[in-house]
């Protein structure tokens, strides 16, 4: 579809809107779905202070695919893609509404790629388990774009931009996933506490000061950024979705950051507001 049509379609799909802001959420532990805790609190508190979105594009971490999708459905199934927790967690529905309409928006506005519509995948725990703090009543229609795991972060980052006329259509664009994220590392008898490794400490303060200088080829060259980064990024899925996040602010936005706290030793909490 050329350029011209894309936008018609965007047009006609939903109208202007003030410009929605960009998060990325830490979403740690998939208890964090039904306990009480500070970082929960945040959520909630954002659900209150940004405006009442039309549709939530959700880039989770844990949605990895060969090439990139994104569901198309009209009732996303509540994905429980994790063992070993208690059942309470695994009762959990989240039974918001998809948006096939503006998974065909996303996919034409997206001109790196071809997106695949995905009609088999639903909301996984990524997405679920942090939105439900912030909706819920779960009547926000949420769709989710996948990680395409043979790519590279530039890719990603730079796939992220091509999202931005959706914040102008009251879209809110959610990364999901952890700066930092070891599990091999994690004390999981300290999973409760507000803990940290010397080099997940340190692997933290460079993240935020990079992005907060605006730095954000540091953050996609992350792989030459030392050992403290290597070992609070042994894997890139949760990393990525921060990725599409930093590629969406513009020059007069302003960053903030909240729920900067460790756990477990090596999971990052630390999310971001863009605006």
Same mark, same amino acid.
């Given at each position: 579809?050329?350029?011209?049509?894309?936008?018609? @379609?965007?047009?006609?799909?939903?109208?202007?809107?003030?410009?929605?802001?960009?998060?990325?959420?830490?979403?740690?532990?998939?208890?964090?779905?039904?306990?009480?805790?500070?970082?929960?609190?945040?959520?909630?508190?954002?659900?209150?202070?940004?405006?009442?979105?039309?549709?939530?594009?959700?880039?989770?971490?844990?949605?990895?695919?060969?090439?990139?999708?994104? $569901?198309?459905?009209?009732?996303?199934? @509540?994905?429980?893609?994790?063992?070993?927790?208690?059942?309470?967690?695994?009762?959990?529905?989240?039974?918001?509404?998809?948006?096939?309409?503006?998974?065909?928006? $996303?996919?034409?506005?997206?001109?790196?790629?071809?997106?695949?519509?995905?009609?088999?995948? /639903?909301?996984?725990?990524?997405?679920?388990?942090?939105?439900?703090?912030?909706?819920?009543?779960?009547?926000?229609?949420?769709?989710?774009?996948?990680?395409?795991?043979?790519?590279?972060?530039?890719?990603?980052?730079?796939?992220?931009?091509?999202?931005?006329?959706?914040?102008?259509?009251?879209?809110?664009?959610?990364?999901?996933?952890?700066?930092?994220?070891?599990?091999?590392?994690?004390?999981?008898?300290?999973?409760?506490? @507000?803990?940290?490794?010397?080099?997940?400490?340190?692997?933290?303060?460079?993240?935020?000061?990079?992005?907060?200088?605006?730095?954000?080829?540091?953050?996609?060259?992350?792989?030459?950024?030392?050992?403290?980064?290597?070992?609070?990024?042994? $894997?890139?899925?949760?990393?990525?979705?921060?990725?599409?996040?930093? /590629?969406?602010?513009?020059?007069?936005?302003?960053?903030?950051?909240?729920?900067?706290?460790?756990?477990?030793?090596?999971?990052?909490?630390?999310?971001?507001?863009?605006?």
């Amino acid at each position: 579809m050329s350029d011209l049509k894309t936008l018609r @379609t965007l047009n006609k799909s939903l109208p202007f809107t003030q410009k929605m802001p960009v998060l990325f959420l830490g979403h740690g532990s998939p208890m964090n779905a039904i306990e009480e805790n500070e970082f929960v609190s945040n959520f909630r508190r954002l659900g209150r202070e940004v405006a009442r979105p039309k549709v939530i594009l959700c880039i989770s971490a844990h949605w990895e695919t060969q090439g990139t999708k994104v $569901t198309a459905m009209q009732h996303p199934p @509540t994905i429980h893609d994790f063992g070993g927790f208690p059942q309470a967690l695994f009762d959990v529905q989240y039974p918001a509404p998809g948006s096939p309409e503006m998974a065909q928006v $996303t996919k034409e506005l997206i001109t790196k790629t071809d997106v695949a519509l995905d009609h088999h995948w /639903g909301l996984d725990h990524g997405a679920w388990s942090v939105i439900k703090h912030m909706y819920p009543d779960a009547d926000v229609p949420v769709i989710q774009l996948s990680l395409d795991y043979t790519k590279s972060p530039k890719y990603h980052f730079e796939l992220g931009q091509e999202l931005e006329k959706l914040r102008h259509k009251g879209v809110l664009i959610v990364g999901s996933g952890n700066v930092v994220h070891n599990l091999r590392k994690v004390k999981w008898n300290k999973l409760s506490d @507000t803990y940290a490794w010397d080099w997940a400490e340190e692997a933290n303060e460079k993240m935020k000061s990079f992005i907060l200088d605006g730095n954000y080829q540091a953050l996609v060259d992350y792989g030459k950024q030392g050992s403290s980064f290597a070992l609070s990024i042994p $894997t890139p899925e949760h990393y990525l979705p921060l990725l599409y996040v930093l /590629g969406l602010k513009k020059k007069n936005e302003s960053v903030a950051l909240f729920n900067d706290k460790m756990v477990g030793g090596s999971i990052g909490m630390l999310s971001l507001k863009i605006d």
